[in-house]
Every structure is written in structure tokens, then in C-alpha cells.
């Protein structure tokens, strides 16, 4: 009676035990990512991958920030998961440069198997003891659990068609915001995208993930006419521009 009372209890803590290591953590500061990146990243979007590399301390330290978080705590705002999840995408794709740099293209960067493994399925990034790749943190975490297809102006991939890096890091209290302002630069960037009353050339982005754009606002028309200077008609042609995977380096 006595051991079956003990396993019992045993039981009962290890299972509370198990159940609340991510219900409450602390938020965390992006100061060190928005200095970098301050720094290092021009008005033009384009980035300064040496001067990343002379910081390359700085950046691991950040990284180091970002490994020991818990973003899944309970008592993180969704504003504070989100704007992790895209910091945290930037932040490792860098690293992912710093660490390979010079290289032609992000593309360049392989493991596994070729033609079926991409730099986007390596597994490199350690996060609340979990290992991730880029590709878990864009299409199973911030496309599905976040549902605002404004991220896809918001993550970089390095890459000169990719929306420009921000000039500074996302942040809770002024996500909503950011992402607008993300979005809106991207749609009106004519490296990017082209859009007339009459002809909307656009990054391939809006046909490789159509359906987020759609979901939020009914057609790449409707989407492209929220954030657009200039409105595309109703009965104006949508072509998509091909995508160039240079590295965005700033030299």
C-alpha cells in the first residue's frame, strides 16, 4: 500500500513535472539583433555580410538567446512568438551566410542528398531544445500557427528577389506594424515587383504561395490592391517576374 502510494505520488509530480517546463518563460530582449542589424544592413536592404562576419561574436550571442528561449510558454503574447519566429529565421539564415561566405547563392549552401536535401531542410538550428531547419520555421510554424501572409514580405532568404532584410528587428509592440510597413515596401519595390494600372509584374512569391494571399483577401489582385501605390483595374494582367537567387550581399 505504502509503494503504491509512493509510485503514485512519484507519478503525479513527474507528470506535473513533464507537463509545465514551457508554460511560463520570460520574453525575450532582440536588441542585439536589432544593433546588428542596424549596422549591417544598408537603405537598400542589401546586407553587409563582412561586416556580419566582423560581428560574427555578436550574432552568435544573439543565436545563443534564441536557442535557450522557450517560444511554446503559455505566457508568451502572440505578438512575441511571432515576431521570435521571424527574427529567429533572419538571424540563422545570416549565420547560415557568415558561415559559408563567399558563396554565390544561398543555394550553393548543400548537405544531404542531392536535387532532394536544400540549405532549407538543414537541420542547424537549436531552439528551446528542439532542432529545427529553416523550412520547419516558414511552413510549420509561421505560415500555419500564424496565418498572415504579410511574413512572407517579413523573412528573408538571401536572396536579391527575396523582400529586402528589415534595418531592424521585429518586435511585439510594434509587429502589427512593422509587417504592414514590410508588406507595403515590398509590393512598391520596383527591383520586386511592378505594378501599373494596367500590368502587374510580381515576385513569384504571390504564385508560390497564392493560397495565403488569397485566403486573406480573395485574389493576388484584391492583395497586391491593398498595399499597392498604384491599383491594379480589375481587368489588368498579373505576370510573375523570375525569381533571382544571387546572394543579396552588399559589396
Known sequence: M???????????????????????APAISHNIWDEL?????KTDGFVDYQGMISDSAMLQQYLDVLSAAQPNAGNWSREEKMAFWINAYNAF???????????????????GIP??????????????????????IEHSILRPDFKD??????IN?????CPVLRGEAYVPERLDEQLTDAMRRFVNDPLRNRV????????????????????EAGSIRSYLNRYANTKLDANGRIS????????NDAK
Do not use: M, Q
Open 37 to 41: 542589424l542596424h549596422r549591417h544592413v
Open 149 to 154: 501572409a504579410r511574413v512572407h514580405a517579413a
Open 93 to 111: 539564415t545570416v549565420k547560415l551566410i557568415v558561415d559559408h561566405y563567399p558563396v554565390e547563392s544561398i543555394k550553393d549552401i548543400k548537405r
Open 115 to 136: 536535387f532532394v536535401n536544400t540549405v532549407w531542410d538543414i537541420k542547424f538550428i537549436s531552439i528551446g531544445g528542439k532542432k529545427y531547419d529553416l523550412n520547419n
Open 240 to 247: 510573375y517576374i523570375d525569381y533571382r537567387w544571387k546572394l
Open 196 to 215: 501599373s494600372a494596367k500590368t502587374a509584374e510580381v515576385s513569384e512569391i504571390f504564385k508560390w504561395f497564392r493560397g495565403d494571399f488569397v485566403r
Open 2 to 24: 505504502h509503494l503504491l502510494l509512493s509510485l503514485t505520488l512519484l507519478c503525479h509530480v513527474c507528470c506535473t513535472y513533464a507537463s509545465t517546463p514551457d508554460s511560463i
Open 157 to 161: 532568404c538571401a536572396s536579391y528577389s
